[in-house]
């Protein structure tokens, strides 16, 4: 049977992506309350994590290269102004949406603490917000419990002037190729995939840009690394393949054993 493209329901796929997590992820994605408490309790420390800003710089640049000077912006999921802050140098007015009270607060400190008179703060869900157009509207790994995805691009589409940004980390658990080499099928996610579709079922033609994207993370013993291991799936493992993939991919560093973390980001955007 032939199956034309235009047949497959691409925000279908992203719905069973959704519904397919498991544990505390999956409430987190159908629970309101779960997921404040979540970034809640995550909040006061959240700037002390590395994060996609801090460890690659090229994805700011490349978005900021994206939104004219003196233009307005609407972030969504601005989080603790990770990126927010450093646009409001480029920007006459920034609308910061966030779903957590907690996160905002801690970008409310920020915006006061640096005299920053141009980042207004909603508390919301971009799905329920009610604003007007604003030039650009720019999303930063914010989209990953949005379930009627379409509407909410169509908002999105619809509310901007010029521009809309998407930026997707495409995430895979860091020891990824170790879990293949142990029987574990590929886990990298393909969300951004969906998204690039759907925009597409929309009659809207984005272009898509990929990052590539290196962080360090540190371990204080080989314990800790195996903990890691057998936490993320669930069993123990094969000490011979873990123990080559260290010796491969692991540098010893002032009483550190330090891995570099690859990835890559998606920079899915199109003008208006």
């Given amino acids: 049977m032939y199956l034309d493209y235009k047949d497959i329901d691409f925000e279908e796929i992203w719905q069973n992506r959704i519904r397919s997590k498991n544990g505390h992820e999956k409430q987190r994605v159908f629970d309101d309350e779960v997921e404040r408490e979540f970034w809640e309790k995550l909040a006061p420390n959240y700037d002390k994590n590395t994060t996609l800003y801090d460890y690659s710089k ?3 640049k490349i978005v900021e290269s994206l939104i004219e000077k003196g233009s307005s912006l609407i972030e969504i999921g601005c989080g603790t102004g990770k990126f927010t802050i450093p646009l409001s140098n480029k920007c006459k007015d920034i609308l910061a949406v966030d779903f957590s009270k907690d996160m905002l607060k801690v970008l409310k400190e920020k915006i006061e603490n640096n ?12 799905e329920d917000a009610n604003i007007d ?6 999303s930063v790994n914010s989209l990953y419990r949005v379930w009627n995805i379409k509407d909410a691009l169509r908002k999105m589409n619809a509310l901007a002037r010029k521009a809309v940004i998407i930026v997707r980390t495409i995430q895979k658990p860091m020891f990824n190729q170790l879990y293949m080499e142990l029987g574990i099928e590929d886990q990298t996610v393909l969300d951004y995939i969906y998204l ?3 925009i597409h079922s929309l009659g809207i033609y984005a272009s898509m840009q990929y990052i590539d994207v290196k962080n360090n993370i540190y371990f204080n013993n080989i314990e800790d690394i195996y903990r890691k ?15 080559s993939f260290i010796e491969k991919n692991f540098v010893k560093e002032e009483n550190k054993y330090v891995y570099t973390n690859n990835s890559k980001v998606a920079i899915i955007s199109w003008k208006i």
């Avoid at 291991?229 to 123990?243: M, S, T």
């Fill in 115 to 126: 005299n920053i008179n141009n980042i207004r703060a909603l508390e919301g869900k971009w």
């Fill in 196 to 198: 690039e579709n759907i």
């Fill in 133 to 138: 157009k604003m030039d650009y509207i720019l």
């Fill in 229 to 243: 291991i057998e936490e993320d799936i669930g069993r123990k493992a094969n000490n011979n393949i873990i123990d």
């Fill in 58 to 60: 090229e994805v700011f």
